[in-house]
Nanobody, 127 residues
């Protein structure tokens, strides 16, 4: 049974940084594309970043480009989202997701392209 478990969320002041982790188990993490999404209260889930299975190719939402970095360590079955220069509007529950299919990277901004989801981790940025 595949499981994705996020960690690293918390409360941070605007301008600060957090690093989220996504630990995968029960499958071949190194063969999956990976993505990060977020959902703020009262809003729809939105795409944040995606990575190819190797990590060589990445794709970001415009709202986080230049501030967030997606990466992965396939030897550790773990993905990461480094978040710098955080803003109050980044406050949300952050979810990692994995896709078994070989979709074009820009297609991975669509939530239905993913097969597995974590339970989410709360990120709160105070002003």
């Amino acid at each position: 049974q595949v499981q994705l478990v996020e960690s690293g969320g918390g409360l941070v002041q605007a301008g600060g940084s957090l690093r989220l982790s996504c630990a995968a188990s029960g499958g071949t993490f190194s063969s999956w594309a990976m993505g990060w999404f977020r959902q703020a209260p009262g809003k729809e889930r939105e795409f944040v970043a995606a990575s190819s299975s190797s990590g060589a190719y990445v794709y970001y939402a415009d709202s986080v480009k230049g501030r967030f970095t997606i990466s992965r360590d396939n030897a550790k079955n773990t993905g990461y989202l480094q978040m710098n220069s955080l803003k109050p509007e980044d406050t949300a529950v952050y979810y990692c997701a994995a896709s078994r299919s070989s979709y074009p990277l820009n297609a991975l901004r669509i939530a239905t392209m993913y097969d597995y989801w974590g339970q989410g981790t709360q990120v709160t940025v105070s002003s």
